[in-house]
């Protein structure tokens, strides 16, 4: 079992930064694969960006690769996402979620454990 807490979000301007962080509980935190999502008003939750458990690896949706950069750090038992060059089209509530399984993962369904999500709007 592990909870996940997101914090970062904000109102920031089109072309701007924030970053994101997810703190995690519990011992196997390090053995988790862990991703973020989003999910915009009217939307559905849509895949941005996934670690390995050991950080080694990671996967970016199309709509962020160049701009964001997943990263963890196990020893803290926390996942980042840094997000730059921010577009309007960017404004979501931003999940980090945790699979059992190790490696990348792209499909909501293979993670167990989610966040309460936090607010990032772009203003243009």
């Known amino acids: 079992q592990v909870q996940l807490v997101e914090s970062g979000g904000g109102l920031v301007q089109a072309g701007g930064s924030l970053r994101l962080s997810c703190a995690g509980s519990g011992r196997a935190f390090s053995s988790y694969a862990m991703g973020w999502f989003r999910q915009a008003p009217g939307k559905e939750r849509e895949f941005a960006a996934t670690?390995?458990?050991?950080?080694?690896?990671?996967f970016y949706a199309r709509s962020v690769k160049g701009r964001f950069t997943i990263s963890r750090d196990n020893a803290k038992n926390t996942m980042y996402l840094q997000m730059n060059s921010l577009k309007p089209e960017d404004t979501a509530v931003y999940y980090c979620?945790?699979?059992?399984?190790?490696?990348?993962?792209?499909?909501?369904?293979?993670?167990?454990?989610w966040g309460q999500g936090t607010q990032v709007t772009v203003s243009s």
């Open positions: 670690i390995t458990a050991s950080g080694g690896s990671t």
């Open positions: 979620a945790a699979s059992r399984r190790s490696s990348a993962l792209t499909d909501r369904e293979w993670y167990s454990y």
